[in-house]
């Protein structure tokens, strides 16, 4: 059941004994990039010491563009991801031949701890390109001996027909996408249970809550596992929920995990809430050192009962840029799916618009009455309407406009799911 | 047994245009149209000629309707007629849900629909009282 039964299962004494080492090997290759030149001669007695390390942000990737941060030859580098930053530069990363073959069995690792082996069926319907999600799965499962179809996104009649015909057994799917193209199917008439033979879906990309997962894996008949990673470090396969589904594991032997408070840059204890901070500890073209994520999460206190020693996240809460502060309140987005995606009578897709009236911020969320559980009277209407409002309330302690539209009116993004609207004044 | 289409809509313009092209496409007859809003979005009741066929059109164009069950009295069109029915039915405890009317043929007979939350109650004292209830292949023929 392990990928690699040595390093996912050894003692906490002998991990932490490892990441020293690799930290203070991390350290001397990272001081050959122009960015990190004065951390040069600097090595750590405890893993603790690295707080005397300044955090590195996403705007310093963006400002010592494009080679600020390379410390290998250009020619080492075998391959260039890049964001598709429409503003400014893009954060562009380089792989050397040993960075990929590391993220490649950091992906394999991954899918191998959620069943996928040689003649499954894995139907890639992540972008390939400058994203690195599609091409990092696709060494993955190909690493694995899976049968590997890179489809890529969008078509979903084309991807209902893959699967069908070539018996796709496990997916690599946006969480906003399944529920668009599980609507094909019903169009289709195809079912995904009974026609398919469908076993786990790999969702990731965009946060989503713990709801959106149980309901795509009733309407799909499958598991479905949360997957994390970022693109700075590598891309996807930096962690992966494991089968008891009670968080994600970090892949400590590749990272050196902290959680800190996103104000004051302290370094939180397990449990507490914060920001992901990553130390990349085998990167060889591009070494991360602090590497603020942007993205909130906590550490699972306590041990998995997989037995593996790498530390659990809990699944993403959100983005720290996506937070939303009306009248001083914070509000995370996931909050309000969770509440619409647990009250019933209305669709799943929704719209949340921030604007400006009277001088205070309004929030209006719009979400599609359900029509299969439509049953004709303005009571019940207003009622779910009240309803919702209410359990928006409690759940962000803003109360919200709820407005209730007709079903199919809100859009459907087939990539990245932007539901987010701030039309406030500046 | 009668009933008529319950539509949920947002008050914009345009919305209910689009349900009425909807039946006129499909060679739908309104007998009779009534609207309940609640500020934003309402709920439109339509009697149609074709019950069945306008449901399934509406829902093939995305329309989110539903079937409810009603009560077509046949009444005189003449002065305090509405008034001995609804005598009848408060007696009785029968609140009414939604109500309208459509004439039948002019000065001479109207119809009256409701949604009562005490159905079979209802059809029963009505019928007890005299009154005529039209059927759905009734309904179709006038
Ligand atoms: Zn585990």
Redesign the interface.
């Known amino acids: 059941m392990y990928w690699e039964e040595n390093l996912e299962t050894m003692n906490e004494g002998a991990l932490k004994e490892m990441q020293l080492k690799l930290v203070n090997q991390t350290l001397v290759k990272a001081a050959e990039a122009p960015f990190y030149r004065n951390i040069s001669g600097k090595k750590l007695r405890t893993l603790e010491e690295i707080r005397e390390l300044p955090f590195t942000r996403k705007q310093d990737l963006r400002d010592h563009f494009p080679y600020g941060f390379l410390r290998t030859d250009l020619s080492e580098a075998v391959r260039l991801h890049s964001s598709s930053g429409t503003t400014g530069n893009p954060t562009v990363v380089f792989h050397t031949r040993a960075d990929i073959e590391n993220w490649t069995n950091q992906v394999a690792r991954s899918m191998y701890m959620i069943g996928v082996r040689p003649g499954d069926v894995f139907q890639n319907t992540m972008g390939y390109g400058l994203f690195t999600g599609g091409l990092g799965f696709h060494y993955g499962a190909e690493k694995i001996g899976a049968l590997t179809i890179p489809i890529g996104p969008g078509n979903s009649k084309r991807q209902i027909w893959f699967m069908q015909t070539f018996g796709t057994t496990v997916v690599h799917i946006l969480p906003s996408y399944a529920l668009r193209l599980y609507s094909i199917f019903e169009e289709m008439s195809v079912d995904p249970k009974k026609d398919t033979k469908l076993k786990s879906f790999i969702i990731g990309s965009e946060p989503h809550s713990e709801e959106l997962r149980r309901e795509i894996e009733d309407l799909f008949g499958v598991r479905a596992y949360n997957s994390y990673g970022l693109s700075e470090v590598c891309g996807p396969g930096v962690g992966f929920e494991c089968s008891c589904q009670k968080g994600i594991h970090l892949w400590e032997d590749y990272y050196y995990v902290e959680i800190i408070d996103p104000e004051t840059g302290e370094v939180l204890p397990d449990g507490e809430e914060g920001e992901l901070v990553l130390t990349t500890l085998q990167r060889e073209a591009m070494p991360l050192l602090r590497y603020r994520t942007g993205d909130l999460t906590r550490v699972l206190p306590g041990k998995c009962e997989c037995g593996r020693v790498h530390k659990r996240i809990e699944r993403i809460k959100g983005r720290a840029d996506d937070m939303l502060i009306i009248n001083g309140v914070n509000i995370f987005p996931i909050q309000i799916e969770e509440t619409i995606m647990r009250t019933p009578g209305v669709g799943k897709n929704y719209l949340i618009e921030v604007k400006t009236e009277n001088f205070m911020d309004k929030l209006y969320v719009k979400v599609e009455v359900d029509k299969e559980i439509f049953e004709g009277t303005l009571a019940a209407l207003t009622g779910l309407q009240k309803k919702l409002t209410e359990e928006l309330k409690a759940e962000i302690t803003v109360t919200p406009t709820v407005q209730l539209v007709e079903p199919g009116t809100l859009p459907v993004w087939e990539g990245k799911a932007k539901r987010v609207q701030d039309l406030r004044s500046k | 047994m009668a009933y008529h289409l319950?539509i949920?809509?947002?008050n914009r313009p345009g919305?209910l245009e689009k349900i009425t092209k909807v039946l006129a496409d499909n060679g739908i007859n309104i007998r009779a149209i009534s609207v309940?809003?609640?500020g934003?979005?309402?709920?439109v009741k339509l009697l149609v000629n074709e019950g069945d066929r306008a449901f399934a059109a509406l829902?093939e164009q995305?329309?989110?309707?539903?079937?409810?069950r009603i009560l077509v009295i046949l009444l005189p069109d003449s002065p305090g007629a509405m008034y001995d029915l609804l005598v009848v039915l408060s007696e009785k405890n029968i609140n009414l849900?939604d109500c309208y009317g459509f004439v039948v043929e002019r000065k001479k007979q109207a119809a009256v629909v409701i949604e009562a939350e005490k159905y079979p109650l209802a059809e029963g004292v009505l019928k007890e009282k005299g009154y005529k209830l039209l059927s759905d292949q009734e309904l179709a023929a006038i």
Not at chain 2, 40 to 43: D, S
Not at chain 2, 62 to 68: D, P, W
């Open positions: 319950s949920f809509v947002e919305k309940a809003s609640a934003e979005f309402g709920v829902r995305n329309i989110t309707v539903s079937k409810r849900e």
